[in-house]
């Protein structure tokens, strides 16, 4: 059974920093491509990254392209976002999905999220 | 402003049927295979339908997809309550070499 846990939100203020896990169990973690998407309040989905199953490719949303930065550990499976430079706007669930395959897949699992809350 | 345009909200009465479209364009829609998600309130997005028209197992077939051109068309049959939800078509977009999401349309099912 595939399991995705996201673990690493909670309150930080403007400015600072936040860096989010993922566990993943159930499949061939290093096979497939992995993304980070967030809701915030009262808002619809925004991707926010992307990884490829060996980590050598990676993708921004404009919104987080130079703050933010996705990584995998395939040892671990375990799969990270840094989030640094924090804004009031990044305040939202983050969400880890599995793609189906590749970057630019379908995501056919999705963890429970973490909450990442940006106020002062 | 999403980059995929999608209704904000559709109702329809329990048991009829519901559609939501998906407008994009060349870049997403129309060279890449549509998706489509919901999430119940308080609850993870789940996979509905991906490749255009496919449905995961475990998803019943009154969910169903379409794509024409750079539009693609969510249909729900025999709605019930328990289909209150967000729904949000997804697809690459080549040119932003990024993921992108439509806003997102909210069900009731009254």
């Known amino acids: 059974e595939v399991q995705l846990v996201e673990s690493g939100g909670g309150l930080v203020q403007p400015g600072g920093s936040l860096r989010l896990s993922c566990a993943a169990s159930?499949?061939?973690?290093?096979?497939?491509?992995m993304t980070w998407v967030r809701r915030a309040p009262g808002k619809g989905l925004e991707w926010v990254s992307g990884?490829?199953?060996?980590?050598?490719?990676?993708y921004y949303a404009d919104s987080v392209k130079g703050r933010f930065t996705i990584s995998r550990d395939n040892s671990k499976n375990t799969l990270h976002l840094q989030m640094n430079s924090l804004r009031a706007e990044d305040t939202a669930v983050y969400y880890c999905?599995?793609?189906?395959?590749?970057?630019?897949?379908?995501?056919?699992?999705w963890g429970q999220g973490t909450l990442a809350t940006v106020s002062s | 402003q999403s980059v995929l345009t999608q209704p904000p909200s559709v109702s329809a009465a329990p048991g009829q049927k519901v559609t939501i479209s998906c407008s994009g364009s060349?870049?997403?829609?129309?060279?890449?295979?549509i998706s489509w998600y919901h999430q119940l309130p308080g609850t993870a997005p789940k996979l509905l339908i991906y490749?255009?028209?496919k449905r995961p197992s475990g998803i019943p077939d009154r969910f169903s997809g379409s794509k024409s051109g750079t539009s693609a068309t969510l249909g729900i049959t025999g709605l019930q309550t328990g289909d209150e939800a967000d729904y949000y078509c997804?697809?690459?977009?080549?040119?932003?070499?990024?993921?992108?999401f439509g806003g997102g349309t909210w069900l009731t099912v009254l």
């Open positions: 997804g697809t690459w977009d080549s040119s932003l070499s990024a993921w992108v």
């Open positions: 060349n870049s997403n829609i129309g060279n890449n295979y």
């Open positions: 490749e255009n028209n």
């Open positions: 159930g499949f061939t973690f290093s096979n497939y491509a």
């Open positions: 990884i490829s199953g060996s980590g050598r490719s990676t």
């Open positions: 999905a599995k793609a189906w395959q590749y970057s630019s897949s379908w995501f056919d699992y």
